[in-house]
């Protein structure tokens, strides 16, 4: 940081003896990147900026309050938690003390933001840092944005000063090449997406700096490959979670209304927000909440056409249309999409029309490594009547040394078939054919397991009736076994009927029946440990608890079980009886 210190006028253009307090005068940005161009006081972000005054530490609300003092220690992990170190880094909690700096010119909120980030750029060295997290590709991006912001926000302020100033121009250039190099960039992960605003919004916020327009056309070309390669030509993002299709939306929304405040007009960065914008509400269920499929968490913005109105500057589009016409007069919305691995199937004619009674399926019709997948080739989630009956089982968190989070991903946390008992990964899977018929909805895909292949057919029949067939080839037809999971969702109650059939409660009187069309026997399994984890939920972020998965096991020499799960509501109570007249 020294070296670049003293290099910084020299590296300042087009007039190398330029001082920052010259820079002041220039033109203000049309609008900032991700952060609003005016900071506003909010009662709740000056609460959260007294906190920070007086040593009280809560980087994100998952976590609770410590009191390492201001600016807390570098160093410091006390969750043993990766996420956690990322937002230390990231530096994003100290926003809130901008904003109530807005309310408060005279409490000193801008000089104690600007005294933590001195603070981390002098304790947090490229090399030797305290922290593995310290130059991480994601925490970088997130503290270049930062700062990108708070330049146009200090440099007019009567808290300015030239010693601060050409600290954090000079880290700003050192982050700005950090994210050039290529070794750096995850050009298939949305943390390539936050690399490419954060190099963009370097690129347009200090045009002084000689390297500018070298920035600003290493994050065109990468965001043209970026979308290339990490949106399906239907508009899904290819990390196979719908949270992070969300997460990479309001990214590319908000970059697109970036670059056209600030006269770019990237045409394919436009069409690609409006693809992805078109399917996102097939990724939510009925009730507005995310499927937890991947590393998704389910919170969801209560109104998300407003979020995204407010990050583009455009009102939301409508849904995409369905794949292929209805083949049914009480058809709903079909929309499949091989490349990316989703087919999801509604009751209801329009995403936008649907309610909380509508049956909702989603199944993994293709799974293939990326960043945040599970292996989850061919399972499903079912919604229906208000609740979730098949549910998938989460993430809990992203330490892939927690024997949980390991159980999460795998393939026996899905509803999926195992074939001798083995889990799987990802191995040779395809999308084979997909149609609407009088019937009603259906996908058919295969993959090869490491001991036969699986074929799976779902037909989805409105309202409530959902056909499930497999057909299992084994590599070995001697002592071959085989079973289908169902992951439940955790308040149901399961009802052995028969050997065949088996019954899920809800608390409220509503059921889902599965019957099974060849011979078997079920087992439950409730929050076992051992001789493995089977049976267990993350909802969200560090929760975990007891659910059931219910497994089907098809008598000796079945190759082949349709199971036909059906969804029937509360019964209706009777109506009150009235006495007749009295005499």
Same mark, same amino acid.
């Given at each position: 940081?020294?070296?670049?210190?003293?290099?910084?006028?020299?590296?300042?253009?087009?007039?190398?003896?330029?001082?920052?307090?010259?820079?002041?005068?220039?033109?203000?940005?049309?609008? *900032?990147?991700?952060?609003?161009?005016?900071?506003?006081?909010?009662?709740?972000?000056?609460?959260?900026?007294?906190?920070?005054?007086?040593?009280?530490?809560?980087?994100?609300?998952?976590? *609770?309050?410590?009191?390492?003092?201001?600016?807390?220690?570098?160093?410091?992990?006390?969750?043993?938690?990766?996420?956690?170190?990322?937002?230390?880094?990231?530096?994003?909690?100290?926003?809130?003390?901008?904003?109530?700096?807005?309310?408060?010119?005279?409490?000193?909120?801008?000089?104690?933001?600007?005294?933590?980030?001195?603070?981390?750029?002098?304790?947090?060295?490229?090399?030797?840092?305290?922290?593995?997290?310290?130059?991480?590709?994601?925490?970088?991006?997130?503290?270049?944005?930062?700062?990108?912001? @708070?330049?146009?926000?200090?440099?007019?302020?009567?808290?300015?000063?030239? #010693?601060?100033?050409?600290?954090?121009?000079?880290?700003?250039?050192?982050?700005?090449?950090?994210?050039?190099?290529?070794?750096?960039?995850?050009?298939?992960?949305?943390?390539?997406?936050?690399?490419?605003?954060?190099?963009?919004?370097?690129?347009?916020?200090?045009?002084?700096?000689?390297?500018?327009?070298?920035?600003?056309?290493?994050?065109?070309?990468?965001?043209?490959?970026?979308?290339?390669?990490?949106?399906?030509?239907?508009?899904?993002?290819?990390?196979?979670?719908?949270?992070?299709?969300?997460?990479?939306?309001?990214?590319?929304?908000?970059?697109?209304?970036?670059?056209?405040?600030?006269?770019?007009?990237?045409?394919?960065?436009?069409?690609?927000?409006?693809?992805?914008?078109?399917?996102?509400?097939?990724? @939510?269920?009925?009730?507005?909440?995310?499927? !937890?499929?991947?590393?998704?968490?389910?919170?969801?913005?209560?109104?998300?056409?407003?979020? @995204?109105?407010?990050?583009?500057?455009?009102?939301?589009?409508? *849904?995409?249309?369905?794949?292929?016409?209805?083949?049914?007069?009480?058809?709903? !919305?079909?929309?499949?999409?091989?490349?990316?691995?989703?087919?999801?199937?509604?009751?209801?004619?329009?995403?936008?029309?649907?309610?909380?009674?509508?049956?909702?399926?989603?199944?993994?019709?293709?799974?293939?490594?990326?960043?945040?997948?599970?292996?989850?080739?061919?399972?499903?989630?079912?919604?229906?009547?208000?609740?979730?009956?098949?549910?998938?089982?989460?993430?809990?968190?992203?330490?892939?040394?927690?024997?949980?989070?390991?159980?999460?991903?795998?393939?026996? +946390?899905?509803?999926?078939?195992?074939?001798?008992?083995?889990?799987?990964?990802?191995?040779?899977?395809?999308?084979?054919?997909?149609?609407? !018929?009088?019937?009603?909805?259906?996908?058919?895909?295969? &993959?090869?397991?490491?001991?036969?292949?699986?074929?799976?057919?779902?037909?989805?029949?409105?309202?409530?009736?959902?056909?499930?067939?497999?057909?299992? &080839?084994?590599?070995?037809?001697?002592?071959?076994?085989?079973?289908?999971?169902?992951?439940?969702?955790?308040?149901?109650?399961?009802?052995?009927?028969? #050997?065949? #059939?088996?019954?899920?409660?809800?608390?409220?009187?509503?059921?889902?029946?599965?019957?099974?069309? +060849?011979?078997?026997?079920?087992?439950?399994?409730?929050?076992?440990?051992?001789?493995?984890?089977?049976?267990?939920?993350?909802?969200?972020?560090?929760?975990?608890?007891?659910?059931?998965?219910?497994?089907?096991?098809?008598?000796?020499?079945?190759?082949?079980?349709?199971?036909?799960?059906?969804?029937?509501?509360?019964?209706?109570?009777?109506?009150?009886?009235?006495?007749?007249?009295?005499?």
């Amino acid at each position: 940081m020294s070296a670049i210190l003293e290099e910084l006028p020299r590296l300042l253009a087009p007039d190398p003896g330029a001082e920052v307090e010259r820079l002041r005068s220039l033109p203000p940005l049309a609008e *900032p990147y991700w952060l609003p161009a005016k900071p506003t006081p909010h009662a709740r972000l000056t609460a959260q900026a007294d906190a920070l005054l007086v040593g009280e530490f809560r980087p994100a609300g998952r976590w *609770p309050a410590q009191q390492p003092g201001f600016p807390p220690p570098w160093d410091a992990d006390p969750f043993d938690d990766d996420n956690w170190l990322s937002t230390l880094h990231g530096l994003e909690w100290l926003i809130p003390l901008v904003h109530a700096h807005a309310g408060d010119p005279e409490k000193g909120y801008l000089a104690a933001c600007a005294r933590a980030i001195g603070d981390w750029i002098l304790r947090n060295p490229f090399r030797g840092a305290p922290s593995r997290f310290s130059w991480h590709d994601h925490a970088s991006a997130k503290r270049l944005r930062l700062f990108a912001w @708070l330049w146009e926000q200090y440099r007019g302020s009567e808290a300015f000063e030239p #010693e601060f100033a050409r600290l954090l121009l000079a880290s700003a250039y050192q982050h700005s090449r950090y994210q050039m190099d290529e070794r750096n960039y995850r050009p298939n992960s949305n943390h390539g997406l936050e690399g490419i605003g954060s190099l963009w919004a370097a690129a347009l916020t200090f045009p002084f700096f000689a390297d500018a327009p070298a920035w600003e056309r290493t994050a065109a070309e990468r965001l043209e490959q970026w979308i290339g390669d990490n949106l399906s030509p239907a508009g899904f993002h290819m990390e196979q979670s719908p949270s992070y299709h969300w997460f990479v939306l309001v990214r590319l929304a908000a970059l697109d209304r970036f670059l056209r405040a600030n006269d770019r007009e990237p045409t394919a960065l436009a069409e690609a927000t409006g693809r992805a914008a078109r399917v996102w509400p097939y990724l @939510l269920k009925p009730n507005g909440v995310i499927p !937890t499929v991947g590393d998704s968490s389910p919170t969801a913005p209560a109104n998300w056409q407003n979020v @995204l109105k407010w990050r583009w500057g455009r009102e939301a589009p409508p *849904p995409a249309e369905s794949t292929a016409a209805p083949g049914r007069p009480d058809a709903g !919305t079909f929309v499949i999409c091989p490349r990316a691995g989703y087919a999801i199937m509604l009751s209801s004619p329009s995403p936008a029309a649907a309610s909380e009674d509508d049956t909702y399926v989603l199944f993994r019709c293709r799974a293939f490594e990326s960043p945040h997948c599970h292996y989850d080739a061919l399972s499903f989630i079912l919604y229906g009547l208000q609740r979730d009956w098949v549910s998938d089982s989460g993430y809990l968190s992203y330490h892939e040394w927690d024997p949980r989070r390991r159980y999460l991903r795998s393939s026996r +946390a899905h509803s999926v078939v195992v074939a001798g008992g083995s889990d799987f990964r990802t191995h040779t899977n395809k999308c084979l054919e997909w149609g609407r !018929t009088a019937q009603g909805d259906f996908v058919v895909s295969y &993959q090869d397991l490491p001991t036969a292949r699986h074929t799976r057919r779902l037909l989805f029949t409105p309202p409530h009736q959902l056909t499930i067939t497999d057909h299992v &080839q084994p590599a070995r037809r001697r002592g071959f076994q085989w079973s289908q999971l169902f992951q439940l969702a955790p308040d149901l109650e399961v009802e052995i009927a028969s #050997e065949v #059939e088996a019954h899920l409660l809800a608390p409220d009187g509503a059921r889902c029946i599965i019957r099974q069309r +060849a011979p078997g026997g079920w087992r439950v399994a409730r929050g076992e440990q051992h001789p493995r984890l089977q049976g267990w939920i993350s909802k969200s972020y560090g929760e975990w608890e007891p659910t059931t998965t219910l497994i089907f096991q098809p008598g000796p020499g079945e190759t082949a079980v349709e199971s036909v799960l059906t969804l029937h509501p509360p019964p209706q109570a009777d109506p009150p009886t009235h006495p007749g007249p009295v005499t």
